[in-house]
């Protein structure tokens, strides 16, 4: 049974870096899954970020491209998140999830982290 | 705005059958592109429901079901049960976003 453990700051303040892990257990980030990060603000829906292959590859939600960075750590099973220049608006609880294959569905989730951007 | 368009809300009786729908257009759902659909309950990570269009993972009641046409899904819940009070999202891929995630804007559905 594969599991997801978000972790990191649950406090950014405005203009700074957002920077969240995603530890993998029970299964290898080195196997044929994508890995996808996938936020929610308080009340609202879901908003893909972005997602990652163990080689490195990636693919990007064009409205955040410009302000993230998803990264992998085969030595370590995890995945990292980058979200440069926040702001209010990227207050949100963030999810890390295991993507099946390219194009598949997120078939395991992480609990979700709340990450609030205020100073 | 969501590239995906799902009904603010639905709602049922216990027993009752209801469906809840997804458009799209012809860059993503149209183009071909799988749907799958996720249960989020109150407070909880989303899980997946129905996968591939019609395709329910291990441990989902076939009360679920899932129905893909042209550029439009739809998800039926069939003897509505008060457990089933969640929001359902719709999600799929958009050829005109760099191969982008798109989801819908999420259903509630109010088990009466």
């Known amino acids: 049974q594969v599991q997801l453990q978000e972790s990191g700051p649950g406090l950014v303040k405005p203009s700074g870096t957002l920077s969240l892990t995603c530890a993998v257990s029970?299964?290898?980030?080195?196997?044929?899954?994508?890995w996808t990060w996938v936020r929610q603000p308080p009340g609202k829906g879901l908003e893909w970020i972005g997602q990652?292959?163990?080689?490195?590859?990636?693919d990007y939600n064009p409205s955040l491209k410009s302000r993230v960075s998803i990264s992998v750590d085969k030595s370590k099973n995890k995945f990292s998140l980058r979200l440069s220049s926040v702001t209010a608006a990227d207050t949100a609880v963030y999810y890390c999830?295991?993507?099946?294959?390219?194009?598949?569905?997120?078939?395991?989730w992480g609990q979700g982290t709340l990450v609030t951007v205020s100073s | 705005q969501s590239v995906l368009t799902q009904p603010p809300s639905v709602s049922g009786a216990p027993g009752q059958r209801v469906t809840m729908s997804c458009t799209g257009s012809?860059?993503?759902?149209?183009?071909?592109?799988?749907v799958h659909w996720y249960q989020q309950l109150p407070g909880t990570a989303p899980k997946v429901l129905i996968y591939?269009?019609?395709n329910r993972p291990s441990g989902v009641p076939d009360r679920f079901s899932g129905f893909k046409s042209g550029t439009s899904a739809s998800l039926a819940i069939s003897g509505l049960q008060a457990e089933d009070e969640a929001d359902y999202y719709c999600?799929?891929?958009?050829?005109?976003?760099?191969?982008?995630?798109?989801f819908g804007g999420g259903t509630k559905l109010t088990v009466l």
């Open positions: 029970g299964g290898s980030i080195s196997s044929s899954s994508w």
């Open positions: 999830a295991r993507v099946y294959s390219y194009q598949s569905r997120a078939d395991y």
């Open positions: 012809s860059s993503n759902i149209g183009a071909g592109y799988d």
């Open positions: 999600q799929s891929y958009d050829s005109s976003l760099s191969g982008s995630w798109v």
């Open positions: 591939a269009n019609s």
């Open positions: 990652i292959f163990h080689s490195g590859s990636t």
